[in-house]
């Protein structure tokens, strides 16, 4: 699926686009087929045929009201199918080794999904609107394929144009940050005002007993020509309100936002030293641990937005607390406890960025787990599709130590990572404390006794299964 082009009309925004037959690829599994498109959300209620849909955001106004939603098809196709859809199921848990886990019984498809000439019945659908760092994003979800279950064959709408008409609301800039991230994923980047003209600026967060160990990367972002701010936790604990000490500071960081232009924001410490802010994730049903349906989100003090507990019910970002999860600031944290790991930590990061050792910098790992094994499920053949789509043909040494290829276990990883790794992307069971390689785990304990001591790694991904 392409965007083709993008234009404003009074108030109306158009985007053309199409689905073709090339870009529709088809998963069989019990007797049934999933058509699955890139990028695609599959947001199906239980029952009913798993069918992709596409999210299409547009920028519009702050205050403006979206008056209508026209999906105009130029030209469809039909498909064939070999197979029913597959039905949605519910969720589910996977197995897991010694510990019983009670089977769903399969469901089939709804009655009232047969009796229906196509589904889903429209084309679109209004999703929610958000604010990325001062800009105004409205969501709208397409399907621009559509099943019909009598015959049992899909529509393929291969050329449609998608018109949003909006009214009222007014023009505001936002932040450099917004408008780089809202023009890589808006249809109309065009619409977009131009950002806020003052330098965007550098806040660090630590306690004031590890600023000293912070100051030499406070000046050598000065040296680069940011402008950075600092302050200690002690003292916005005592100028600023909030329910606990991670509201006072994420107070303290809007204001900064607000006023002051800040686009980055550092916290200096782990949790025992700037408060994590736990928040709802999912109902996960495993039963294996007391808090297995909230995880530790930092994207708290990045989306700046309301307060995470619109309800009032003290449980951090549920759908009710009407969260957008767009960031309005890039928020980091050095994951230090004290003044000796923050001074090796800044230590590290100034090499990195001044004369990093040159072994290593354009070296990547790949860690690839088997997720499960009834379906069988190897995370490695993920890692090579971001491998195609992500890294240039050249230029990258990557090492992959997957379980499909017998390679992947703690001792191998922490190997790896202390010889030097720029880039870790890690798909595999794991939690907060703990990640799976393979027919092991590593813990925290075994991440602070790493012998990397010349490298930092830059980013390391890790995709919670």
């Known amino acids: 699926m392409c965007l083709l082009w993008c234009m404003v009309v009074g108030m109306t925004v158009s985007y053309k686009g199409g689905v073709t037959k090339d870009d529709v690829k088809f998963y069989h599994t019990k007797g049934y087929v999933i058509p699955r498109l890139a990028d695609a959300v599959y947001d199906n209620p239980v029952g009913y045929p798993t069918l992709p849909s596409i999210p299409i955001f547009f920028y519009v106004p702050e205050g403006a009201k979206v008056t209508n939603c026209e999906f105009k098809v130029i030209h469809r196709e039909i498909m064939a199918l070999d197979a029913p859809i597959y039905p949605t199921q519910p969720p589910a848990i996977k197995p897991i080794p010694g510990k019983e886990i009670p089977v769903p019984e399969f469901v089939h498809l709804k009655e009232e999904v047969k009796s229906l000439a196509i589904y889903p019945e429209t084309y679109t659908r209004l999703g929610d609107i958000g604010n990325l760092s001062g800009y105004h994003v409205q969501e709208v979800i397409i399907y621009p394929v559509r099943y019909l279950p009598n015959k049992n064959v899909l529509e393929l709408v291969t050329e449609f144009e998608l018109q949003l008409t909006y009214e009222g609301g007014k023009h505001s800039s936002g932040s450099i940050l917004g408008y780089e991230l809202a023009s890589g994923i808006v249809a109309n980047p065009s619409d977009l005002p131009a950002p806020k003209s003052s330098s965007p600026a550098y806040l660090v967060i630590t306690a004031s ?115 957008d999860l767009y960031p309005d600031v890039i928020v980091g944290r050095a994951s230090v406890n004290d003044s000796d790991e923050a001074a090796i930590w800044v230590d590290k990061l100034l090499t990195y960025e001044r004369n990093p050792p040159g072994d290593y910098e354009n070296r990547a790992l790949f860690l690839g787990e088997i997720l499960w094994w009834d379906p069988y499920t190897d995370a490695g053949i993920g890692k090579d599709m971001i491998e195609e789509a992500a890294f240039p043909p050249a230029g990258w040494e990557i090492t992959k130590l997957y379980e499909s290829l017998g390679n992947e276990d703690p001792d191998a990883v922490i190997a790896e990572v202390n010889a030097g790794k720029n880039l870790i992307n890690h798909d595999g069971h794991a939690w907060w404390y703990v990640m799976g390689v393979g027919n092991g785990y590593i813990s925290n304990y075994e991440m602070t006794v790493l012998r990397n001591t010349s490298y930092i790694a830059h980013r390391v991904v890790v995709s919670l299964s």
């Open 209 to 323: 007993s590890m600023m000293d160990e912070f100051t030499p990367l406070i000046d050598w972002k000065r040296q680069k020509g940011l402008h950075v701010i600092t302050q200690n936790i002690q003292w916005i604990y005592s100028h600023y309100e909030g329910l606990d000490c991670a509201a006072k500071i994420r107070n303290y960081i809007r204001d900064m936002y607000e006023d002051s232009n800040v686009v980055f924001v550092l916290l200096g410490g782990d949790t025992n030293i700037i408060p994590k802010r736990i928040a709802f994730a999912m109902c996960c049903e495993a039963n294996l641990a007391p808090d297995e349906d909230s995880i530790c989100a930092d994207l708290y003090y990045s989306d700046l937005d309301g307060t995470w507990d619109a309800d009032g019910d003290a449980v951090y970002g549920e759908v009710t607390d009407n969260v």
